[in-house]
């Protein structure tokens, strides 16, 4: 038996990556699922090929004893009071993105994780892509300088044609473009170039193809950053594009540039700053949660159970400065003026 067992809590399209990602690492093994529908043991123990409790009533999957963790893959309305409760029953928790559609549920969630001492994993796995974790590197060892100028922008055509199309279109599943599926673009953003914004100004639109018509609120949107050190940066969320899939990474410094797999360096000798070098890992190219990075997440989640270590890069702190900065930008647009994010914060950013 590994180290820790797993229940997950809803059974679609992400709990399927989820379970996979889990069971495929050195430490974790999923043991349960909580559904709203009635689900066959032993169909799933031998999808999954291990054995799997079914429950209909996730609080009754939380109060069991021989379960270590919690993973949330439900709908997103669902997901502050499903976080609350784990954590409330003092399980470990990975929660699919987001954690709460709303500020004041947000801090209820932030508030419900520390105090129960908990550690938390929130899905923001692109930062474990290879791709990010290289341009991490390149940041962090100085190879493009200080950062003054950044755009990450997700474009991703969720139509009739894609999975979860019905929920996603929904204000009240959906909320916004960023916060939809746009987050993963504002949550690198903040990654590269820092998470102390100190203002956001968004503006929205929505495309004509009928494809897009029963969206309930904008399906494009862009915000600029500004920082108060004088940088500042643009995000983009456009989920009613018909394209493939794009997540576009430019990033400017002082000494060099990044864009998607190109870079330049003043400081590697020999570079020509006419012509871009090229980077050799795989771009972030797919929106199917199969493609995503889970495992590398969750195998440095398991690992960091193990050692008593806090959760790296997708823990609590960072997945709330995310959220509160998208915060800011919806706002923004809703109320069509820029906003400060002290006033998301409560202080000074």
Known sequence: MKQFRVGVVGYGWAAN????????GPRGQVTKVASARQLSADELSARHGCPIQTYTDYAAMFAAPDLDVVAITSY??????????????????IAEKPLALQ???????EQAVRAAGVTLCVCFETRFAAQFRAVKALIDRGLLGRLHYGEVDYFHGIGPWYAGFAWYRTAREGVSPLMLAGCHAMDIFLMCLGGDVDEVFSYSTRSANPAFA?????????????????RVGKVAAVVDCLQPYYFHTHLIGSEGTLL??????????????GRWSTLSYSLVDSGDVKDHPYQQ???????????????????????????????????????????????????PA
């Open 17 to 24: 990556a989820h379970i996979a990602a889990i069971n495929a």
């Open 76 to 93: 997103h309305r669902l997901h502050k009071d499903q976080i609350i409760a784990a954590a409330r029953a003092g399980k470990h928790i």
């Open 103 to 109: 500020l004041s549920d947000l801090r209820e969630v």
């Open 214 to 230: 029963s969206y309930e609120y904008p399906s494009t949107s862009v915000t600029v950053l500004r920082y108060a050190d004088g």
């Open 260 to 273: 998607d797999d190109k870079f330049h360096s003043n400081l590697i000798d020999g570079l020509n700053r």
């Open 297 to 347: 997440e969750f195998d440095q989640f398991f690992e960091c159970l193990a050692t008593g270590q806090n959760m790296p890069l997708t823990g609590l702190a960072e997945a709330v400065r995310t959220h509160e900065v998208i915060f800011a930008a919806d706002r923004s647009w809703q109320e069509h003026r820029p906003v400060k994010l002290e006033e998301i914060i409560g202080r």
